[in-house]
């Protein structure tokens, strides 16, 4: 029967509601009380035992050609490309190096269809990118969570195939870094905070298919006391200042699992490429990239709440105005936007149309205002994507004729469907996530 007004009470205990599970799993952590000193011994533990480098059965990307007779800043770029650990080319009319991470400039977008191509996609890798053969590699699900509580040497398997032959499902949706517009922090706010200094380029919409991961958690015997689910990466384990954190795994509520979390194989309409997860990787929309774990080789399924550094360590936030061991583990991304410009470009004095994408993780962008004189008055963009998808990003377009040559500020600020829009500053957090404010876009007219 269902609910429909007269909602039950005893259903706000329902664990298969997000903002419900949320609520039960801060009770639990809070009941956990964790010590910061308890939290990074169980982070050392974890990553001993794990191999120092390579998972089982993945080798390393190979360092590209070398240029040769190339000119200088195509050898430049190729030893950027080699140094970085990802394999697809970054030329630098696309990419922005930034260590291990190559940032897409949002000027590629410039022309673009809804779609991010897979050339111009950012890439975000604690490591490296690993070479993974998708005839010998296989899904592990194990953990008390599962009938039987299989073990970790006898999980239950899926190989590539079996995946394929499940019931396929097809998802356009963002994936971000929590980090995105981290550089801002400083640059408009003069806060010192760590990690890559991303402008605004660490986002990208793909067209995803895959196989749900209900499907899969299913199949693989979920029981009604699983809490959390731990998917792990078959990249190397990640090395911070020294402390070996063992491979990348980030605790996912099961309430979210099963709600609208893709095993992705396809990357619009193309098998999955090696930096962005091949063979299979999560996507977990609307929530901080991080959940999105990709060449994914295990998946622990556990009756009890799950901890990783990737959600004791990293991804709370941290800082004035927050508890020790951080705020709640961070789950949905905010809203934001960006122009189809270069960062402090030139543009012809004339008519222009400026052009932008705007996105948020908890739903539609609802609109977006623009404005050219600093913030003092703004005026609606015109949006372009009126039916777009929820956990994708909307285009707009806005008109403009500079009064004047010399330097220019553009803003762009996005509304979303909850009401949520971007301030004029944001709060500060030690490790720089989360970025929500108006981004100052600057751009000289000649
Ligand atoms: N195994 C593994 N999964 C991972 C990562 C990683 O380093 N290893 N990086 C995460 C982070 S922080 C982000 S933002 C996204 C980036 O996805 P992309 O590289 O396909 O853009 O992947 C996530 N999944
Ligand atoms: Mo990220």
Redesign the pocket.
Known sequence: MRSGDGYDADLTEDLTDEATYERVRAEQYAARRMTRRGVLRMSAGAGLGAAAFGAAGTTLAPAPARAGSAPASARAFAAAAAASGIVKPLPPELFIPQGTNAEMRWEAMRGQGYLTPVDR???????STPLIDAGTWRLKLWGTGLHGSPTEDRPVEFSYEDLLGLRAETLTAS????GNGRSFFTSQQGQTVSGTAWKLG?V?VARWRGVRLSTVLERAGLTRKAVDILPR???PD?VDKGENLG??RRPLPVAKALKDVLLAYEMNGRPLPP???APV?LVVPSW???A?????GDIQVADEPLFSPWNTRYYRLFGPGYPPEGSAPLTRMNVKSAFELPWDGTLPAGRHVLHGRSWSGNGRVRHTDISVDGGRTWHRARPRDLHAPARGWTRWEYPWRPGGTGRHELLARATDETGATQPATWPENTLGYLFGAVVRHPITIA
């Open positions: 996609f950012f890439v975000r890798n604690h490591v994936v971000e870094c929590t660490a990208g990466g078959l990249d990640y491979r990348v930096d962005h997860g990787r901080v990239g991080i999105s774990v990709k060449w994914v």
